[in-house]
């Protein structure tokens, strides 16, 4: 019993002190998203050519550790909360909200820390939309933009052409109802927790409406909004669209578009990629905008995530951490990494010195590009920004389940301007 | 006239046979299937009648329809207005046929074609047979006997028939079942992937519903073919069911024990069936192609090739170091949960003290709260403990969230066992750290060894807080680590499956060596309050 | 009494020292910091700032949610564990018949309790999927179905689903509590039973029943815990969705907690989730054990 305790007592000394961070090096933490199969591997284990990221980090910046983890999406929320509130935030965090941490003074300006040679390589939209009372506080990891993936195969056969309004959109709805009789849904909606607000943006946009307003404002009650959702509801209840969209998430959309289950997607440029990876080979599609209403303007919709370094005013030597944070963005946008990581998952990139490689490698980038400097992107720069997307997804959950849509934008507006 | 309560009972027996057989006949003479077969459709989107399209697909219609007798063209016309006030229509073309068949028609008609439809259809017709011939045998001279002075002979013979009874009436499901398999699903798929196979089996198919057929048309006749099996087939079941229930009472003299002992097998099997499904699932999904996990035309039960690949590729992805992190884990909670359960629970089960009340409520109260709950807590008390990102720590949340369970079962195992030899052992000078170990421990295994799983369990289950307190990747356990697999960008449901796969079997299998132990150990007093 | 000599007075509290010291630490630490934050204001991104009363318990009762989510708490609760105790218990009458075959079916049935929970929910999360389920795929092949079955077509549905697989979970817990509570009834009162005349249901409800209420008033108590506070079923099946309407307490403080970010809120919802189990387990343990004489 007490040579157990002895010994049970000595193992927790030497687990703990193994756990105390070596001297004089530093190191960050780093909390990396999980984008794809080969996220982890890449970063971690051997997927980039036998080696990883952090190795291959660390021997090329001796002095610097890195404590990376890669984390789901579901979870990535979750931990970066529970140590925000430990007062204990990862060094440099990837993830698509920034705005609620800047506002409250966690994140450093991207100044601060980011080389000038790299900061002036960032597209300047993507910048542009990363400041908070004109600071920048972020950067552009990645992108992706939104098209109209269509079965051509299907199209042909119905005798429809690629619908441009929402009128169009109907009756091709309508028609590819007719023509396959169930068998085949006309349009996929995600209207998860995972991407529901893509949704919401798809619409309101298609309508000139849109999160905020002219002097950027939230405006998620505007009378265009209403109409856009209430039309989203239209094609569900006509039965237009696949039958749970409140728990078929984009995955499960996009393997139907792949089976030949879905005549229309709106989806990411990844979306071939994943087709091939799959295994879906024989269907044949195109891409086209996103329809829009009559007499609006469309506009094609580009998401990206972020990278963003917090303060830490416990760090002994705070220029040394900044050079250190410096230099892993350096070392993470080197085109030799940065396209590697790219085009692994089919993303678009967010500086430009990636581009002349990506295009060669794969001449079908450049359209996507152009569909992305075109793209609007979601007012991630608001500080309100994630209370707005889970209200717009919960706004069309509910209106799912029979709620009136005016009242519950009206109700989410009213909570926002509170 | 005077007969004997056996030969009552007996005569009743068989005039509900004979009455219930009757039945049964009958109902072989009603149509129990009916094939109605699309053998052509076309459908024209925007299309009017009238137009170009139309009369293309007209043609197409009546050039298929003219290769079968009889068949008749159903034209559907669907006009709608758009919302730009366009009229826009669509025509569908169905070439429609159909039959109505009894079972013995189908006997008769296809007795060289060799589909397990018609192999339960005969099964049936055999086992009905041979039961009333066997019913039969077994009655002569011996209705007015009781059934236990039965000579052996008849008691086998009834007992034969009886079994052939049930085997009848479990064909009649079968049949129906294989009848929609065969026709609607297997037949096309089968002859799609062997092309080569139609030449053969054509002929069969024409003698069965289109003498007038030509061959080559088969997979047309298959593609739009359903097979609707109709009430008098279903209606078998119950008849059958009561002729069963004439023999049983035949050959035992009495029903209910045979009826209560059939019941409480289909239950356990039942049970068994539902418990394992999840399991068969997880088993043949590990083992699936990626693109085959979500294979939306549901080609297949098993996986059409084994990807046996599939577990090499976790074991490159960390999956075996995830397990062991999941063993030591598990190990080393339960490990303290007992060092700390077992004296807490001897105090409560030998000794008098007060706030052994509060101490027990407080336990439970304990494990009120959900741990996703205590996460912000839990991360800043391992910031203080320097435990952050360690296994140990995990160890020792664990082992503290599961105090509540292993005190109160450990606590009942102690109440259970004597405390004379623990009393004489003190008298003897023992004190009581070694009455505890030496005499109170090794009788009290069973019990321990029911905590220790349960610990262990419970542990090895555990996400929540691991997810949030683990950030290296090596340190994580297995619930952790698959969350790998379910990314932004695809779920791989057979990396997922593979690795849940290789978490379980463990388990599964230390859970069946101390399955005895642990029923053992909760009646030794481990769960009574 | 079954109790031995203690020479000192505080020899007890030395026995529960290191159970009361491991609790104290790693639990009750922990829901001490739930209580601060649950009074406290805290920040979007979770920073805590001062104490601000019971505003977080108004906010979060005042949330629209607030009412459905209760009610599936106590639906989720009621169903479970009423249900599952019940198969439980006819599962643990048959299994301590004596059959051919039955160490194999009491193996087979700890299966569900093997398996990890999130395990558990993906998998059936995948069976019931509509379009490339495995449930359809089963029924399409073996004939039973002619076309896919949407397994899913309303959140009602999808509720029903996620209170099944949490009793499928659920059941080997229960039967092998009543199962060792059966095996340690004296046959003898049977046979007296038997020559009394006394049907099965006679016998069930005097004999058994009785006799099996200490473990199976253990085995609720934890079960009404444990699924109270259970999360991974409902998270990984819906998430929750459409709109909240199939969360539970659990599930939905978590997704306030770290998607709405109004951790003030989720903990004020835990705190009184904590009291209603309280109440719950207390007025349930007081009802069942009134009469028997404990510790």
Redesign the interface.
Known sequence: ?KK??AL?LT??LL??AS??ALAEDITL?V?I?????N???WF???GMDGTSFVKKFEEANPGIKL?L??V????V???V????????PPDILNIDVFA??AS?G?LMPVTDYCPEELYDDFFPAFMQNSVVDGVVYAVPDLASARALFYNVDMFE????EVPQTW??L??AC??IL??YGGDVYPFGMD???DEGQANFAYFAWGNNGGFVDADDNWAVNSDENVEAIEFVMGMVEKGYTN??P??QTR??LQ??FG???LAMVIAPN?VPT?LT????TDINYATAGLPHNEGATGSSVGIMDRIMAFKDDSAPDQAARNEAIGKFLTFFYDPVNYVDWVSM??FLPAVNSAVGALIEADPSFESWLDVLNTSKFYPSHK?EW??VK?GVI?VQ??A??G?DVKTLLD?LQAELTK | MTRSPAAKRNLHALWLCAAALLVAVVLTFLPALEFSTVVFTK?????FVGDE?YLEARAEAEAAAAAFEGAAIHETV?E?V???GET?S?VTFDVKESTRMTIWQLLASIGGFSLSSVHTAHAFALCVLLAVVLGALSLRGQLACEHRHLPRSTRVLRTCAAWLGLAAMLCVPLFGMSCNYNFTRQVSLYLTEHAELSGQAVPALERLLYSAAPAGELEALLDGMTMTTLWPLWALLPVLFVFLLGLILLCKGEIKPTLARGGLYAFVIVLCVVILYPFFVMLITAFR???ET????FLHILPTTWVWSNISDIV???VPRFLLNSILLSTGATAIAL?CGIPAAYAMARMQFRGKKSFLGFVIMSQMFAPVVL??GI??LM?T??????I?GLMFINAAFNQAFAIWLLRGTFVSISSEMEQAACIDGCNS?SAL?RILLPMAAPGIVTTLIFVFINAWNEY?IS??LI???TNKPITVGI??????????WQYLFASALLATIPVVILFMLIEKHLVSGLTSGGVKG | MNSILVRHKWEPYLWILPSLLLMAVFVVFPIGIVFK?AFSE???????GAFNGLANFRAAVNE?AFGTVMSNTFYWVVSVVGISTLLGFIAAMVLNQSFHGRKLARSILVFPWAAALVIQASIWNYII????GNLNNILLNLGILRDAV?W??S?QI?FIWECGVGIFVTIPFVTFCVLSGLQSIDAAYYEAATVDGAGFWKKLSTITVPLVKPSLTVSTVLNIIYVFNSFPIIYT?????????TDTLVTYL??L?????K?GQATALSVIGFLILCAAAGLYMTITMRKEDEL
């Open positions: 019993m157990a305790v049970f193992l927790l687990l703990s756990s105390f933490d909390i998203c999980q984008y794809g199969p996220t982890s591997d971690t284990g051997t404590n983890e890669v789901s999406w579901n979870d929320y979750t931990v909360s529970t140590r925000i509130s430990n007062s204990n609620n941490y409250e966690l056969e119905v005798g429809i009128a169009e109907e009756d309508q028609a007719d023509f209207m998860t927790t039958p749970n409140a728990t995955y499960d393997d139907m089976a030949g289950k990844s994943y990876d799959k295994g879906y998952e089919g500080a994630d209370q889970l919960n959950q509910n799912l389940t709620g109700g | 459908r024209s989107g925007n299309t399209r669907i709608r758009n919302s730009k826009t669509m192609s990626n693109a979500t294979d939306m035309y490159a992805r960390g060092v996460l912000v991360t800043q910031n403990l320097r435990l952050n990102d360690t140990l750290v170990i929540t997810t949030v950030s290296t990747p969350t790998q697999f379910s990314s932004f960008n695809m779920i791989e | 934050i805290v920040s979007k991104s979770g920073v805590v629209p999927k509509f379009e490339y949407n899913r077509t959140y999808e099946i819906t998430k929750g969705a459409p709109a909240n309407k978590y997704m907690a770290f998607y709405d970010q951790k």
